[in-house]
């Protein structure tokens, strides 16, 4: 499978931004699916995770009410919505994807992650 996030780029404080993930290769729907960041120097931390349904999310205390995961399993997306940016948010953004049962709700852990995309910058500016 292959990830290709997209949407990344240079904004202002308090500015929104949408991050775009698609994924080929093999039944999205297999999949949970996730975000993480990496911030220069930082380790890479998880910002949001969709089960693989869409019915269940969970986010990172920091960007709780500022951002919201989506995805659309018949276009094989998954979406990431930040508003209210700061400062502190920019980093390079990864999408994720893990293989497991449907009983799977929300992977936080990157370890249980399969398929990794490259990553998209996000830089917010003062």
Same mark, same amino acid.
């Given at each position: @499978? ?5 949407? *990344? &780029?240079l904004v202002?404080?308090? #500015? $929104? !931004?949408?991050?775009? =993930?698609?994924? /080929? ?5 297999d ?5 993480f960041?990496?911030?220069?120097g930082k380790?890479?931390?998880? @910002? ?5 349904? *869409? &019915?269940?999310t969970?986010?990172? #205390? $920091? !960007?709780?009410?500022? =951002?919201?995961? /989506? ?12 508003n209210?940016?700061?400062p ?6 990864y ?10 709700v ?21």
């Amino acid at each position: @499978v292959q990830l290709v996030e997209s949407g *990344g &780029g240079l904004v202002q404080a308090g #500015e $929104s !931004l949408t991050l775009s =993930c698609a994924v /080929s290769g093999r039944a999205f729907g297999d999949y949970v699916m996730g975000w993480f960041r990496q911030a220069p120097g930082k380790e890479r931390e998880f @910002v949001a995770g969709i089960n693989r349904d *869409g &019915g269940r999310t969970s986010y990172a #205390e $920091s !960007l709780k009410g500022r =951002c919201t995961i /989506s995805r659309d399993n018949a276009k094989n997306t998954v979406l990431l919505q930040m508003n209210s940016l700061k400062p502190v948010d920019t980093a390079v953004y990864y999408c994720a994807a893990g293989l497991r049962p449907l009983s799977v709700v929300v992977v936080t852990d990157a370890a249980e992650y399969d398929e990794w995309g490259e990553g998209t910058q996000v830089t917010v500016s003062s």
